[in-house]
């Protein structure tokens, strides 16, 4: 082996920061057994140093219940799956023919007790329940207590808060009246029933809520209603859970669709929360990944921060987004019938198009470390489905990237992918051997946190 002097110093200046491995929004996550992290629609939980991951198994690809898995984790990216939390019962209500989508739990002090709310629901989302659970532990196994409609309504998306008052006042936050009207209630004291309303959003049509209270301020975290499809995620904040509530406002770019994901939790953290979104794939549901941002209140109301690769540093309670460096897709070689396309959305002005189906494009003297590193490629697709792209490093194999489709116009997002990067100059081939269309290539950025 060679070290130049440049990278072995370089090389001591990574190491004297020790961070915990990077958030990648959109990558394939997996468990410290290799398997690919199945836990949608997720719950969180912090006990002492330990989050607990609740969320649904979906590998078999379909929106029926086959479990409400369980990871653990001391540092937010590391995960190990414990016992699923939850399992089917034949004949009831939370068989392998029913809905069991996004699964919350809180700890009840008072029963030294878990309890698991989660969506409760036939196939065609008709019984419209809310479903409750308890256990001993976080991971369970849970005991089924049964199925509702919390006062009487219609529940789909659900969530739940906890307070900070000292009886730890807990509430169900829940689309009602055929997604309408959003209602937040009071749970009992033992967190098994509901049994008062508090607030309610009339003809809101809000779904997939979070909540998280920052200095004596309630911010309320959903969705609009557009099935398995992205939408623009909104807040909205009041100074008691009965409102009034602040009338909606985004939390990102409202064209980027939340960056393709729908809300599922945010996690208070100390000076930010992290939104925790999915990105839904309904056609291939085990392969929906998960969108981790910070959710910063620098501008005074929540803001998701946007990053391709980042970093939580739990002890100090804060986040460093990485810096990477950024190579423009139409400086590189255009081949075939690629061609450069000019917009002002794209970075610099200008993309590349007309990839794949016989147009590739070459981006030569990336500088690389000599190991694994992220990329992430920003691009945009127009169509009303997903496209994807081969990536081809130095000549070797491809590997093809998902391509999200981003909405009208030309807007940009970025999806990461891990590529063995060679110290020095590599040359990477985008669009090359397939027959589909790639998206327009914007830029791409080059990461070296790993
Ligand atoms: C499931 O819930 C429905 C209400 O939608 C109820 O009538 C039924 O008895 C429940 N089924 C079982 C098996 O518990
Ligand atoms: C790649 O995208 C095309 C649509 O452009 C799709 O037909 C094909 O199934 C995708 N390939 C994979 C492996 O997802």
């Avoid at 809101?204 to 309320?220: C, D």
């Avoid at 998701?304 to 986040?319: E, M």
Wanted: some cysteine; proline content about 4%.
């Amino acid at each position: 082996m060679n070290f130049s002097l440049v990278s072995l110093l370089g090389f001591v200046a990574l190491s004297t920061v020790t961070y915990a491995a990077v958030i990648v929004p959109g990558a394939t996550w997996t468990d410290t057994s290799g398997n690919v992290i199945q836990a949608h629609g997720g719950g969180f939980l912090k006990i002492g140093s330990t989050y607990y991951w609740h969320g649904e198994d979906k590998a078999h690809n379909s929106g029926l219940f086959r479990a409400v898995s369980c990871y653990t984790s001391t540092d937010l990216t590391t995960w190990t799956r414990q016992n699923d939390a939850l399992t089917p019962i034949s004949g009831t209500n939370i068989s392998t023919s029913s809905i069991v989508e996004r699964p919350k739990v809180l700890f009840n002090k008072a029963n030294s007790e878990y309890v698991l709310w989660f969506h409760s629901d036939t196939s065609n989302y008709g019984a419209a329940q809310v479903g409750v659970a308890t256990a001993k532990t976080p991971c369970g196994p849970y005991s089924y207590r049964g199925s509702f409609r919390p006062l009487g309504a219609e529940s789909r998306d659900m969530g739940l808060f906890q307070d900070d008052d000292a009886a730890q006042t807990a509430y169900l936050l829940y689309a009602s009246d055929n997604n309408q009207n959003f209602k937040i209630s009071k749970l009992d004291a033992n967190y098994y029933n509901v049994v008062s309303q508090t607030s309610v959003l009339s003809g809101s049509t809000l779904e997939a809520p979070g909540i998280v209270k920052r200095n004596g301020v309630y911010y309320l975290f959903a969705s609009h209603t557009s099935g398995w499809d992205p939408n623009p995620n909104k807040f909205f904040s009041a100074s008691s859970l009965a409102g009034p509530w602040s009338s909606q406002a985004d939390i990102a770019p409202s064209a980027t669709r939340t960056y393709f994901s729908q809300n599922a939790f945010d996690l208070p953290i100390n000076n930010f929360a992290i939104y925790m979104g999915d990105r839904w794939r309904p056609s291939l549901l085990g392969s929906s990944r998960y969108i981790w941002y910070p959710l910063s209140w620098s501008s005074g109301v929540p803001q998701i921060v946007h990053a391709d690769v980042w970093i939580v540093n739990l002890a100090a309670g804060t986040y460093t987004v990485a810096t990477g460096t950024t190579y423009e897709a139409e400086s590189g070689i255009i081949s075939g019938s690629a061609t450069t396309l000019s917009d002002s959305s794209f970075s610099g002005g200008k993309a590349v198009g007309y990839l794949g189906n016989g147009g590739s494009v070459t981006i030569n003297n990336v500088q690389g470390n000599g190991g694994a590193q992220w990329v992430a490629l920003y691009y945009a697709n127009g169509d009303s489905t997903w496209r994807n792209t081969t990536v081809s490093v130095n000549g070797a194999a491809s590997v093809l990237v998902d391509q999200p489709n981003t909405g009208g116009g030309h807007v940009i997002l970025s999806v990461p992918v891990k590529l063995n990067l060679r110290s020095g100059a590599n040359s990477i081939t985008f669009g090359a051997g397939q027959s589909n269309y790639a998206a327009d290539l914007d830029k791409i950025i080059v990461y070296t946190a790993t």
